[in-house]
């Protein structure tokens, strides 16, 4: 079973290029999320989405924009990269039932320069 | 502001020696709080999701107990396999799934 698939796994930028990362779960989950992981801070909601066609603001939204155009897939976009964005950024997905644990990536590494 | 703090940030123990990680946590009302595995390179690992003060569960060599302020994971006779880091996150009542984490024990088990 693949469970969540993020690609790319490595990536590095230039400041002021953008990106998508692409995030897909295999297990029919309604809700899909998008984390960023530092050194020091722990793992920082971005953005969620309860649903197919919805998203919503999570911690530290600001630079980034997300679409759920499908019900397996979560994307996320980076309109203009800072080298504040460097991290490494991981997709989750769970059911809707209360306390249904979310199920991770493996993540995405990016480098901004 | 919900807030999750995990000690010590590092722990390194030797192949059977018993110990535990803390989670303390601070929340508007404490809906679940979970337990984390993850190792280099990799995405978190789920374990456990506790739900009330007093709840235990148990996987192999790992026991998570919950109080109405702190979590621990009690790692026996802990072997070096177990090494990862360990995370703690919470969801709270008017929060909907979303997860808030601590950030991490990173635990060493030496042979």
């Known amino acids: 079973n693949a469970g969540v698939t993020q690609t790319p796994k490595f990536r590095v930028l230039k400041t002021g290029q953008s990106m998508t990362l692409l995030c897909a779960q295999d297990?029919?989950?309604?809700?899909m999320y998008w984390y960023r992981q530092d050194p020091g801070m722990g793992l920082r909601l971005i953005h969620y989405?309860?649903?197919?066609?919805?998203?919503a603001k999570g911690e530290v939204p600001d630079g980034y924009n997300v679409s759920r155009l499908k019900k397996q897939n979560f994307l996320l976009g980076l309109e203009s990269a800072a080298p504040s964005q460097t991290s490494v950024y991981f997709c989750?997905?769970?059911?809707?039932?209360?306390?249904?644990?979310?199920?991770f990536g493996d993540g995405t590494r990016l480098s901004i320069l | 502001e919900d807030q999750v703090t995990q000690s010590p940030e590092a722990l390194r123990l030797q192949e059977g020696e018993s110990s535990s990680l803390n989670c303390s946590y601070t929340?508007?009302?404490?809906?679940?709080l979970f337990w984390y595995r993850q190792d280099p390179g990799k995405g978190p690992e789920f374990l456990f999701t506790?739900?009330?003060a007093g709840e235990e569960k148990e996987k192999e060599r790992l026991k998570a107990t919950l109080t109405k302020k702190e979590s621990f994971l009690h790692i026996t006779a802990p072997k070096p396999e177990d090494s990862a880091t360990y995370l703690c996150?919470?969801?709270?009542?008017?929060?909907?799934?979303?997860?808030?984490f601590g950030t991490g024990t990173q635990l060493k088990v030496e042979l």
């Open positions: 996150a919470v969801t709270a009542t008017g929060g909907g799934n979303k997860l808030t």
């Open positions: 929340v508007s009302g404490l809906r679940g």
């Open positions: 989405s309860v649903g197919e066609g919805t998203t």
């Open positions: 506790l739900y009330s």
């Open positions: 297990m029919n989950h309604e809700y």
């Open positions: 989750a997905s769970s059911y809707v039932a209360r306390n249904q644990p979310q199920h």
